[in-house]
């Protein structure tokens, strides 16, 4: 089992940047595809972004360009630097990871953007 904890969210202004950090428990963290995702109030949880195991990425359109995702394995950690950030920016930030035993999330973060 793994457990993941969000840290790094806050209030920013529109064209501002705030990195993102999700620490992992557990001894397979380097072997798991890590995905963020994120939640505004009213939607549906939204994709954001995926790395995998060996660093290759993907991301959702909304984001590219402006975001990116990054993980340190020694550590644990899985990133997400945010990057000229918008009003529509603004949601609970959350990653997560698919594995035989199961789909992990952590608690979230909070991170909005507004003047």
């Known amino acids: 089992q793994v457990q993941f904890v969000e840290s790094g969210g806050g209030l920013v202004q529109p064209g501002g940047s705030l990195r993102l950090s999700c620490a992992a428990s557990?001894?397979?963290?380097?072997?798991?595809?890590m995905g963020w995702y994120r939640q505004a109030p009213g939607k549906q949880r939204e994709w954001v972004a995926r790395?995998?195991?060996?660093?290759?990425?993907d991301y959702a359109d909304s984001v590219k360009d402006r975001f990116t995702i990054s993980r340190d394995n020694a550590k644990n950690t899985l990133y997400l630097q945010m990057n000229s950030l918008k009003p529509e920016d603004s949601a609970v930030y959350y990653c997560?990871?698919?594995?035989?035993?199961?789909?992990?999330w952590g608690q979230g973060t909070q991170v909005t953007v507004s003047s």
């Open positions: 997560n990871t698919n594995t035989n035993s199961g789909d992990y």
């Open positions: 790395i995998g195991r060996f660093g290759s990425t």
């Open positions: 557990g001894r397979f963290f380097s072997i798991y595809v």
